[in-house]
């Protein structure tokens, strides 16, 4: 149904929906807290929190559960179900809402090989939950305790949920490491997190190659604390196997009981931590507790995604991200339904494998990024036109900001004009979805993410802290209570957490650093980010993060980096460089390809620029600030995500009279007109 470019789900799919009546938004929005707390109280809690919210809690009288970490006491500024005891996966399997018997022959996980000629594998809630068990034992055996952190470097395989879940038993912190990191970062990540222990495998498929995961994970344990490795049998490609650090999983799990007691765990106790670009070179390592995270992934996944027992849910997010670990792991196994998990890539071997998957296996929810639909919609629609998708009923999209024309063609071609979609707005900090209309509700607008999630309260700011008007654009903030699933902190950096998101508008207000503007229903449209963030092919990169990684290079005197709008990625870096070798013949070609190389080693594939431009100089301040600003205007897209143009006829730069060099921008223009 359509008003004035806004949808509305069918009668039939309202009518089976979880939450198919506005007036929830009107309950949630008299007693925030009361509305939560409601919710919270669904879930199995071996001990029942004394206050629900607390905002600017007193930390010295506030009793700290094993997994709190003594250099974030001063963080943070609110604390949700305090006092409450809990553990996810206790939720997950004895005690899951759906109740025990009804889903422990249930399949959990479907898990689909990359290779077309292997077998996928199911497993049932109770084989899930017997793995889960053994290698918690395993870890216990290994000497892994409640507060330790644990590094996860998998690829998409069963046994990276295994892992994930097994530390949630234990009380361990894992902290997942997406498999392409490259061994740099996979090092910076371990250091950060002090993790004793790596779950790594020999390696895995990628596009029809085996990718030798194991030899990026002995580089990256190199100057870490990791003392052991535990290895997983993926691929079967040789590895240098060092005997006195390194076990195999299967050896290790041959020995092991399949049950295992959860740990009690403290409502603000450590659940995982995930790695998350800031506004500085180094990634900043997110702290999620178990109570809040648990409440917030089951009900969001329950209403937004509208999750009914015999759904088949596929998230096509790595585990590596935040998406993963709430969408593509936790939630839909708290709501007790089946999920897909998919080793490969969605267009390998051909581009309609993720076609071919959901029709193959009946996915009646699918969620993926905006990157992802305009790939598809590239490769045409003649490719998809023979599935049917009878089984779909929800679409789901998330990462960026998804433009009108690859929402219809979604709409269209995917959800067959059926289906809603669900524009799904969060960040890693927030641990679970905060604003998304919900599908038996509406409306659904092209380019609009929605409503906030009933129970969470935004506004948009502007510059003086002010709220902006209908249409006018402003600063996203989170107001009291938060979140649930709101970040606890940045591990070991309170300093950081407090100037990224707490420094803007005082502690009142979360910062979430993105633009946002309202319209008159008060649906939210995500501008972008208003920070250094770019987000690639829905990745989160800093510029900081990629300047350093370049200006490691020895030739490179200095650097910058900027986003442009692409018709697929989103936006993609280009990189300005410059070295005092620059006049050299054949240089230029050979530097450039080296970079790349230095870009794969200290970040990996994700973060490859769309062009390198070697210039003499970088627009700058008279303080000596390099004015990306300037560079990205040189660079103005036609239409937004349409094939980006630079411009160079001259127009709009604005001013360049706080430049020190303002002939640099000229001579950087002509360089680009050569391309
Ligand atoms: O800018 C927003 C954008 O992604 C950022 C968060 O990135 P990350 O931590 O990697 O998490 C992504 C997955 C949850 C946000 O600050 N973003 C996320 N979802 C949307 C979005 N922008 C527009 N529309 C969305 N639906």
């Given at each position: 149904m359509t008003q004035n470019n806004l949808f509305f789900s069918s009668k039939e799919f309202k009518n089976k929906a979880w939450v198919k009546d506005k007036k929830i938004y009107k309950e949630a929005e008299k007693n925030p807290v009361k509305f939560w707390e409601k919710l919270a109280a669904k879930l199995f809690w071996f001990k029942k929190w004394k206050k629900s919210f607390v905002h600017n809690p007193p930390y010295s009288r506030v009793k700290l559960g094993t997994g709190r970490l003594a250099e974030s006491e001063n963080r943070p500024?609110?604390?949700?179900?305090?006092?409450?005891?809990?553990?996810?996966?206790?939720?997950?399997?004895?005690?899951?809402?759906?109740?025990w018997e009804k889903i422990k022959n249930k399949t959990a996980v479907i898990w689909e090989p990359e290779p077309t000629n292997e077998e996928p594998?199911?497993?049932?809630?109770?084989?899930?939950?017997?793995?889960?068990?053994?290698?918690?034992?395993a870890l216990k055996k290994l000497g892994v305790k409640k507060g330790d952190r644990v590094g996860i470097y998998l690829p998409m395989i069963p046994e990276a949920i295994i892992s994930v879940l097994a530390c949630a038993r234990i009380g361990a912190v894992?902290?997942?490491?997406?498999?392409?990191?490259?061994?740099?970062?996979?090092?910076?990540?371990?250091?950060?997190?002090?993790?004793?222990?790596l779950i790594t495998a020999d390696g895995y498929y990628r596009r029809g190659r085996i990718i030798d995961l194991k030899k990026s994970a002995d580089h990256g344990t190199k100057e870490t604390k990791v003392k052991k490795v535990v290895v997983i049998k993926r691929a079967g490609n040789k590895i240098f196997f060092k005997k006195t650090r390194d076990l195999w999983w299967h050896e290790l799990l041959k020995k092991e009981n399949d049950y295992c007691k959860p740990a009690i765990m403290d409502a603000g106790d450590l659940l995982f931590l995930l790695a998350t670009s800031g506004s500085t070179g180094r990634p900043k390592q997110t702290m999620h507790a178990c109570g809040g995270y648990a409440v917030q992934a089951y009900w969001t996944g329950k209403w937004i995604f509208d999750f009914h027992q015999n759904d088949i849910f596929w998230c096509t997010a790595d585990l590596g991200w935040v998406t993963g670990h709430t969408y593509g792991c936790y939630s839909p196994l708290l709501n007790g339904i089946c999920f897909l998990f998919f080793e490969?890539?969605?267009?390998?071997?051909?581009?309609?494998?993720?076609?071919?998957?959901?029709?193959?296996?009946?996915?009646?929810i699918f969620y993926t990024a905006p990157t992802a639909i305009r790939m598809f919609e590239k490769y045409g629609e003649k490719i998809i036109k023979k599935y049917k998708f009878k089984k779909l009923r929800v679409l789901g999209t998330v990462g960026e900001p998804i433009d009108e024309d690859a929402w219809q063609w979604y709409f269209k071609n995917v959800g067959k004009s059926r289906c809603p979609i669900v524009d799904t707005w969060w960040q890693t900090e927030t641990g679970g979805i905060l604003i998304s209309s919900l599908p038996g509700v509406g409306p659904f607008k092209p380019a609009f993410v929605g409503l906030p999630f009933p129970g969470i309260k935004f506004d948009i700011l502007n510059e003086q802290g002010k709220s902006c008007k209908i249409g006018e654009q402003g600063n996203l903030v989170i107001l009291p209570p938060f979140a649930p699933g709101l970040l606890q902190g940045l591990y070991k950096n309170p300093k950081k957490y407090k100037e990224t998101y707490w420094s803007q508008y005082g502690n009142k207000a979360y910062f979430t650093s993105d633009g946002a503007i309202k319209d008159k229903q008060g649906l939210i449209r995500i501008v972008g980010r208003v920070d250094d963030v770019l987000?690639?092919?829905?990745?989160?990169?800093?510029?900081?993060?990629?300047e350093n990684a370049v200006a490691k290079h020895p030739e490179i005197t200095e650097c910058a980096v900027i986003g442009i709008p692409d018709a697929i990625k989103g936006e993609v870096p280009i990189i300005f460089i410059v070295s005092k070798k620059i006049h050299k013949i054949?240089?230029?070609?050979?530097?450039?390809?080296?970079?790349?190389?230095?870009?794969?080693?200290?970040?990996?594939?994700?973060?490859?620029?769309?062009?390198?431009?070697?210039?003499?100089?970088?627009?700058?301040?008279?303080?000596?600030?390099?004015?990306?600003?300037?560079?990205?205007?040189?660079?103005?897209?036609?239409?937004?995500l349409n094939n980006c143009k630079a411009n160079l006829t001259g127009q709009d730069l604005g001013d360049l009279s706080t430049l020190s060099n303002p002939e640099t921008v000229e001579k950087i223009k002509k360089i680009i007109q050569q391309k």
């Open positions: 500024y609110f604390q949700w179900f305090a006092g409450g005891k809990i553990n996810i996966t206790e939720n997950i399997f004895e005690k899951n809402l759906l109740g594998k199911k497993l049932t809630y109770e084989e899930l939950f017997k793995q889960v068990c053994k290698f918690a034992n894992h902290t997942v490491i997406f498999s392409a990191f490259s061994p740099a970062a996979l090092k910076i990540r371990l250091q950060d997190t002090g993790a004793k222990i490969g890539a969605p267009d390998w071997p051909k581009p309609d494998r993720w076609a071919q998957i959901i029709e193959k296996y009946g996915v009646s987000k690639v092919a829905g990745h989160r990169i800093t510029t900081g993060e990629l054949g240089f230029c070609l050979e530097i450039k390809q080296e970079i790349i190389e230095q870009i794969k080693k200290e970040i990996g594939p994700i973060a490859l620029p769309k062009e390198i431009y070697m210039v003499e100089d970088l627009p700058k301040t008279r303080s000596g600030k390099i004015m990306r600003r300037i560079l990205k205007k040189l660079f103005i897209a036609e239409a937004p």
